[in-house]
């Protein structure tokens, strides 16, 4: 793929978001969130399917979430962090430039209310 990009997929709202093989080995070296190593088709059904919310301070930033049932140890979701930005086209239009900042495992309890809570990065 272009730019460095891992690969690419489009969310539910039809916006295309990519992950780049920098941000990928970021995520995953041992000081940051190695566990998701072996989850990297759960963050794609997570952007594709998941349920997303803006930053109330950060309006170009995107939370998504999604709940599945075998992830490490005692977590429950996967969280991917997203930035909508755009860069230049060809012919000085702007260009949707939607990217995972980075993404990490969490346990949330039941019944935990995704549109008013606020998830720590």
Same mark, same amino acid.
């Given at each position: 793929m272009i730019d460095g990009r891992r690969?690419?997929? *489009?969310? *539910?709202?039809g916006n295309h978001i990519y992950l780049t093989h920098e941000r990928w080995? !970021?995520?995953?070296?041992p000081m940051n969130h190695p566990?998701?190593? &072996?989850?990297?088709e759960h963050l794609k059904e997570t952007i594709q399917?998941? *349920?997303r919310k803006q930053d109330s301070l950060n309006p170009q930033k995107y939370r998504y979430v999604k709940p599945f049932d075998d992830l &490490?140890?005692?977590?429950? !979701?996967?969280i991917a962090i997203v930035l909508f930005r755009f860069s230049e086209g060809p012919g000085g239009e702007p260009v949707p430039n939607n990217y995972i900042v980075t993404a990490y495992q969490k346990e949330i309890g039941w019944g935990y209310d995704y549109d008013r809570a606020s998830l720590q990065l």
């Amino acid at each position: 793929m272009i730019d460095g990009r891992r690969w690419e997929v *489009r969310d *539910r709202y039809g916006n295309h978001i990519y992950l780049t093989h920098e941000r990928w080995k !970021h995520i995953t070296e041992p000081m940051n969130h190695p566990e998701m190593s &072996a989850y990297e088709e759960h963050l794609k059904e997570t952007i594709q399917s998941g *349920r997303r919310k803006q930053d109330s301070l950060n309006p170009q930033k995107y939370r998504y979430v999604k709940p599945f049932d075998d992830l &490490a140890e005692d977590n429950t !979701h996967i969280i991917a962090i997203v930035l909508f930005r755009f860069s230049e086209g060809p012919g000085g239009e702007p260009v949707p430039n939607n990217y995972i900042v980075t993404a990490y495992q969490k346990e949330i309890g039941w019944g935990y209310d995704y549109d008013r809570a606020s998830l720590q990065l």
